[in-house]
């Protein structure tokens, strides 16, 4: 599936993974003996972001999506698979070389008290990657800060004030104040409201929607609220277990799932006016341990269509519902 989830454009994707793997050694004592196992966090996956568009990875919690942005970022070194950065080999590069590529890359996470230093101003924080990467002259530093603090909807004495005395909504604007300083054309955007009260979360995607289309950066948004994607997000891959099991624009998607626990996961999305006809897709049991993968769809132990196929082969990518809808599943919806 090396080009299966990649749009049908001749258009270059700012950031391009393919068969992408992170696997952790732990080691587990039972009695006298230890032994050494492997957490396949990540199991191959492919994905594409292309330039002003937003791309939602979604999935329960512990199915691999941080651990995957993180390897796209090189937070984390992956252990197998290629990762294009403005079409660059960006595992390839290291020492300045690596420096500057990651200059067009950059990170919101999801709990933005513990991503500030607490010992620095606001201002010191933000300005930290405008001076490593060098876009402003010295003298215009600081009026560059206080530029980057209204943007996001903050006073310019905010520069001055730490970060305790800020609420959890305005920590993430000064979050995302810093994350766009360096003028990067990518970012990875993890949780960026799951840590906000309901009051906030609309206010905090506003703005993101806004930095979008006046700075034409692109986004990959992390997410388990379904309604936050359908909200942000251009096109959706949803994953399971360490794999991307669907793939597609958010409107076919959330429309006409393919896959089973897509269905589910948008089951459980909360209604303010649900329907009693609609019955709610409860899947059994809880995900598998990512240290003992089941055998042929890693999903068919919770899967109300599963038959014998299931068991013995992975699923490939197929088409469903259009060209650019994709899912990997023996019987599709």
Do not use: W
């Amino acid at each position: 599936m090396s080009s299966a989830l990649h749009q049908e454009t001749d258009i270059r994707p700012l950031i391009e993974v393919c068969g992408l793997t992170k696997h952790f050694t732990i080691s587990r004592t039972k009695g006298l003996r230890t032994s050494r196992l492997t957490v396949r966090a990540v199991d191959g996956i492919d994905l594409a972001v292309y330039p002003g568009e937003t791309v939602a990875l979604v999935g329960e919690s512990g199915c691999g999506k941080t651990t995957a942005a993180r390897c796209m970022l090189r937070l984390t070194r992956p252990t197998s698979g290629s990762i294009k950065l403005m079409g660059t080999d960006f595992l390839g590069l290291r020492g300045e070389e690596l420096r500057k590529m990651r200059q067009h890359a950059s990170q919101v996470f999801q709990d933005p008290f513990a991503a500030l230093n607490p010992r620095l101003q606001i201002g010191d924080s933000v300005m930290e990657p405008i001076t490593a990467r060098g876009i402003v002259a010295k003298q215009d530093r600081i009026e560059k800060v206080r530029q980057l603090l209204s943007d996001v909807g903050l006073p310019a004495d905010a520069a001055n004030r730490y970060p305790h005395e800020f609420s959890g909504g305005q920590r993430q604007r000064i979050g995302i104040a810093r994350a766009i300083a360096g003028e990067p054309e990518l970012l990875i955007l993890d949780e960026p409201t799951s840590a906000l009260d309901v009051s906030v979360r609309a206010q905090i995607l506003n703005l993101l929607a806004d930095i979008q289309v006046a700075r034409g950066i692109s986004y990959l948004l992390i997410a388990h609220d379904l309604s936050v994607v359908r909200h942000a997000a251009h096109r959706v891959a949803v994953m399971y277990l360490g794999r991307i099991v669907e793939f597609g624009s958010v409107d076919d998607v959330f429309q006409k799932p393919a896959h089973p626990y897509t269905s589910a996961l948008l089951t459980a999305v909360p209604r303010p006016q649900p329907s009693p006809a609609k019955e709610r897709a409860v899947l059994p049991g809880e995900p598998p341990s990512p240290v003992e993968i089941p055998t042929g769809c890693r999903f068919h132990p919770r899967c109300p269509r599963a038959q014998a196929i299931c068991l013995q082969q992975d699923p490939p990518f197929v088409r469903a519902n259009g060209t650019a809808h994709q899912t990997t599943c023996h019987f599709p919806l």
